[in-house]
């Protein structure tokens, strides 16, 4: 195992959890598991079930967190995930990792909703449940144990501040998935950082690329003086970037949240300002860490908190670096 890795990161987590917002507090109860009686990490499973495809270049790299905490701590963890945002589809996949009565559950929730009557059967069965990425602010009304990522209002507010710094006073906020709590949160509180300029919610599909393209240059042609574009994932900065290309000699500035090979390419090339960074990579490792050691020693971090991995800016200044760990932990 690779115990100085872990001991590292055990540091970052201990700091993290002194990071905290919201003033609720998770009401679980669920008690460890009998591996912390034996101390055997052989005996913990972990289930994983997010909204987002391992084939995303985001979750790709949640996806890496979850491998490498399995791999390092000694424990088994099985990641899955619908083909599309499907709500439905994911309350089923929730359903049967419960019913494999693992050790731990790590879960995204982006429609707590649609999913809570899963989340909730499943505590009830005495599986502890951790939530990642997506569920900041309904987490704790389920009785989830504590949620990691990062405040989407938050990061939505200080990416709106940013780009009005930037001389922006008409925006477009491409929301690829529409009824995401998460994203609709990044564009409320981009709006409200923007203020006093305008924002305006476009929502687009990304499985057909090419006509999300269409649509985000249709909306730029029809408003001549929208000047700023923020989108809400490397998926959606994609067709943006396209989009404005095909606009001869119009400024646009453009800003994204998450990172990709692309998006770090942009901002090294001067076409993106800047991409909000929730180090997704710790999204997928802290709760495999977390599960295991609630399991083994009766411990977890955050008071019933949140603990923050984000958000943080990669801009021009500092792309170098992230660049240099594309593909793995960024």
Request: glycine share 12%; net charge neutral; with cysteine.
């Amino acid at each position: 195992m690779a115990i100085n890795r872990v001991l590292r990161i055990a540091g970052v987590l201990v700091a993290s959890a002194a990071i905290v917002v919201g003033c609720g507090s998770s009401t679980a109860t669920t008690a460890p598991s009998a591996a912390a009686s034996t101390g055997s990490r052989a005996n913990i499973d972990i289930e994983v079930v997010t909204h987002g495809q391992a084939s995303d270049p985001f979750w790709s790299i949640f996806k890496n967190g979850v491998v490498a905490a399995g791999k390092d701590l000694g424990v088994t963890v099985n990641y899955s995930a619908p083909d599309t945002f499907d709500m439905v589809k994911m309350g089923q996949l929730i359903d049967a990792a419960c019913a494999k009565k693992p050790q731990g559950l790590v879960i995204s929730l982006p429609d707590a909703t649609a999913l809570g009557a899963s989340v909730t059967k499943c505590i009830g069965q005495g599986i502890p449940v951790i939530s990642a990425n997506s569920g900041s602010d309904s987490y704790a009304k389920l009785g989830i144990l504590t949620h990691v990522g990062q405040d989407e209002s938050v990061a939505g507010k200080a990416a709106g501040v940013k780009l009005a710094a930037a001389g922006g006073k008409n925006a477009l906020c491409v929301n690829q998935e529409v009824g995401n709590a998460g994203l609709d949160a990044r564009c409320a509180g981009f709006a409200a950082g923007f203020a006093p300029g305008t924002s305006k919610v476009l929502g687009v599909d990304l499985k057909d690329p090419t006509t999300a393209q269409q649509k985000i240059a249709a909306a730029l042609t029809a408003d001549p003086t929208i000047d700023t574009v923020m989108a809400l994932g490397p998926t959606g900065s994609t067709p943006t970037i396209a989009a404005i290309a095909g606009l001869s000699g119009r400024k646009v500035n453009v800003a994204t949240f998450d990172l990709s090979a692309d998006v770090l390419k942009a901002i090294s090339a001067g076409t993106m300002l800047f991409a909000i960074d929730q180090q997704q990579f710790l999204q997928g490792y802290l709760p495999i860490m977390f599960l295991t050691y609630y399991n083994l020693y009766g411990l977890m971090p955050g008071g019933g908190q949140p603990v923050l991995t984000g958000p943080g800016f990669v801009t021009k200044d500092n792309v170098a670096t992230v660049q240099a760990n594309t593909g793995t932990t960024r």
